[in-house]
């Protein structure tokens, strides 16, 4: 079945402690995005990529950092930087059209 | 203006009803829309794209684009209970490659 997965479903973070969340596809997509999601808020752009070894920073880049070595994976890190982490965060992946979304990786701060 | 905007809701229609969900947008997204379902809890499914101005029909939606306006619009026929979501509008941030920048999304509630 081609798709995204996004791994853990569920994680928590500890003050100070960074923290990376998993995604990969196996659409063959070139694109592919992070986005962050606050309770009662739309999507909002943490980094994107439309191409291996390359990647932007979007509108909250602040505290995260990515990286793109295989078109398959975009594996991004929450790091201590960022004050308020506690957010559902969706990985995305597009051929041109649409992006498709993982089922998310919602991160709690205890 | 936000680059796209949508009315946060809740819109409540009762059982066969048609929802009418609308979107406005700002010069700083691309031609290219995209209406996506968002039940509770999970992630956005892709619903429905429109790129050119007039309707598009899919089953029971309809998206409608006027760029003349800047607004993209939504009906959904004979509205049921499942279609209770939210339903975000998005379009390609043309300062952002083919990344997509959404509204916040406004919450359907269909009652039976």
């Known amino acids: 079945d081609g798709g995204i997965t996004q791994s853990p479903k569920y994680l928590f973070r500890k003050e100070g402690q960074n923290v990376t969340l998993s995604c990969e596809q196996n659409?063959?997509?070139?694109?592919m995005y992070w986005y962050r999601q606050d309770p009662g808020q739309g999507l909002r752009l943490i980094y994107y990529s439309q191409i291996v070894n390359d990647f932007q920073k979007g509108d909250i880049a602040e505290g995260y950092s990515v990286s793109r070595e295989k078109k398959e994976s975009f594996p991004l890190t929450v790091t201590s930087a960022q004050k308020n982490p506690t957010a559902f965060y969706l990985c995305a992946s597009s051929i041109g059209t649409g992006a498709f979304f993982g089922q998310g990786t919602r991160l709690t701060v205890v | 203006q936000k680059e796209v905007e949508q009315n946060s809701g809740p819109l409540s229609v009762p059982e066969g009803a048609i929802a009418s969900l609308n979107c406005t947008y700002s010069?700083?997204?691309?031609?290219?829309f995209f209406w996506y379902r968002q039940y509770s809890g999970k992630s956005p499914e892709l619903i429905m794209s429109?790129?050119?101005?007039g309707d598009k029909e899919d089953g029971r939606f309809t998206a409608q684009l006027n760029k003349a306006s800047q607004y993209v619009s939504l009906l959904i026929r004979d509205s049921q209970p499942s279609d209770s979501a939210t339903y975000l509008c998005a379009s390609r941030d043309n300062q952002a490659g083919t990344a997509l920048i959404f509204g916040k999304g406004t919450t359907l509630s269909v009652s039976s």
């Open positions: 659409l063959n997509h070139d694109a």
């Open positions: 010069d700083r997204v691309s031609q290219s």
């Open positions: 429109i790129y050119s101005n």
